[in-house]
């Protein structure tokens, strides 16, 4: 496997899978440059050695070519971030010219990935009363044009970079299929790098002790990743409504929490399995609850399993911040995946504040920490304190199923 440090991308153009899919304002304009921001290393790397850049993402969930999710949108802040000019192809599938004609230093951006069905292979358009035969032989067709599609891209450079670790759990065109063209010269950015290396260090090479903070509203969601935690982490810190279900479930009453009945036996099961593989589960002694879903509504703090009908748990309390905080504290190796409490609203927010100051308060005292999920990024980002753990996770759902222990196509494909 090739390492872009090393690699010589004198003369040569490189194509390269970045994660552009950034938030858009009415006007158009970029309100959070992060992963531009992210991917410029491993652009800059490629131009500084000679070589020229094609640059593939994608933007939104677009059904079919749709001005708002056109990445023409985003040229300026590309631009104002790399220092170079950009090519613009309105086509992703008719820029042979565009990329031929590129010299060293040069960029060109293609157009949205998903503007086209040949980059997740789906086929489009199907009605919804298509038989059986009618939705295998779409997707025969589509199949074959993403053959030609993958086909297409790859012409178009010399080598291939993966720089989107949060689109690697998807076997898509760009992401893994194209990769196959390029035998010897196919390797990850510094992205990718960075990402692989931060999970392993805590899923491989953990210094104990090692404590992982779950959060999110539903346990059916997280039941494969606190499985696979379970075989890793020496702590277990379980927050958000989710941990309702397991109070419900062992007889507490926790009035209009959120809460899953179905999954009662699968909370006391995963309860069961912890205790004998002497992993310790941490659930919130007392909860903040509110009169209802909202910012200024009353509130009340009770023991997690005594909530009065009509309120609903919606942050930790004072004695389980106090309880969270010193296992983090005490801890070499920290994961972070789902706020404590709906930290959006800033009544409910002072869990989810504790314990980011809490992995900030290890790291500086030399624990490794990560933190990922879509939501917990946010979290940390909000309360400013990004900078100061020891790395943020770009991706979502690739993150979870590296961490669950599959097989993500996108690296993969590099790795092969």
């Known amino acids: 496997m090739q390492s872009i440090e090393n690699y010589n991308f004198s003369g040569k153009r490189a194509i390269i899978r970045v994660d552009f899919n950034v938030p858009l304002d009415a006007d158009f304009k970029v309100t959070d440059a992060t992963r531009i921001r992210a991917a410029i290393p491993t652009i800059k790397k490629v131009l500084e050695k000679g070589g020229s850049a094609i640059l593939m993402s994608h933007l939104g969930r677009p059904k079919g ?5 056109s990445l023409k949108h985003i040229i300026y802040k590309i631009e104002e971030l790399l220092g170079v000019k950009i090519i613009f192809a309105e ?6 010219a565009q990329a031929a004609a590129l010299k060293p230093g040069e960029v060109l951006l293609l157009e ?12 489009r358009g199907l009605a919804e009363d298509a038989t059986a035969e009618d939705k295998a032989a779409a997707k025969k067709v589509i199949k074959e044009s993403q053959k030609t599609f993958v086909k297409t891209l790859a012409s178009y450079a010399d080598c291939y970079i993966n720089d989107a670790f949060g689109t690697a759990h998807r076997a898509h065109s760009s992401t893994a299929l194209i990769a196959e063209y390029f035998a010897n010269d196919k390797m990850f950015g510094y992205i990718m790098e960075n990402e692989l290396k931060a999970i392993d260090a805590v899923l491989l090479d953990a210094k104990k002790p090692f404590t992982a903070i779950l959060g999110g509203s539903k346990v059916s969601t997280k039941i494969t990743i606190i ?11 379980l927050g958000g409504g989710m941990t309702f279900t397991f109070v419900a479930a062992m ?5 209009n929490s959120l809460c899953e009945k179905d999954q009662y036996e699968m909370a006391l099961d995963i309860l069961a399995k912890a205790k004998a593989k002497g992993v310790n589960i941490y659930l919130p002694f007392d909860t903040l609850s509110g009169e209802s ?15 009065p009908d009509g309120w609903l748990g919606l942050d930790i309390g004072p004695k389980a911040i106090e309880d969270f905080s010193k296992v983090i504290e005490n801890s070499s190796t920290i994961l972070w995946n789902g706020p404590v409490g709906v930290f959006e609203m800033d009544t409910f927010a002072a869990g989810s504040r504790a314990i980011a100051e809490s992995i900030v308060k290890a790291t500086e ?3 490794f920490s990560l933190i990922g999920g879509g939501d917990s990024v946010a979290c940390i980002n909000k309360l400013g304190l990004a900078d100061k753990v020891s790395y943020v996770s770009t991706g979502g ?6 961490m669950e222990g599959k097989v993500l196509p996108g690296v993969a494909a590099i790795k092969a």
């Open 112 to 123: 949205n990935l998903r503007f086209y069905a040949e980059e997740d292979g789906k086929p």
């Open 397 to 402: 759902g690739a993150l979870l199923e590296y």
């Open 65 to 69: 070519v749709t001005d708002k999710f």
């Open 251 to 255: 007889g507490g009453k926790i009035g």
């Open 227 to 237: 499985e696979s935690l379970m075989e890793r982490a020496d702590n277990l810190v």
């Open 293 to 307: 879903f909202s910012n200024d509504c009353a509130t009340l703090i009770t023991p997690s399993d005594e909530i």
């Open 365 to 367: 005292n030399g624990a």
């Open 91 to 96: 086509d992703c599938q008719n820029a042979a």
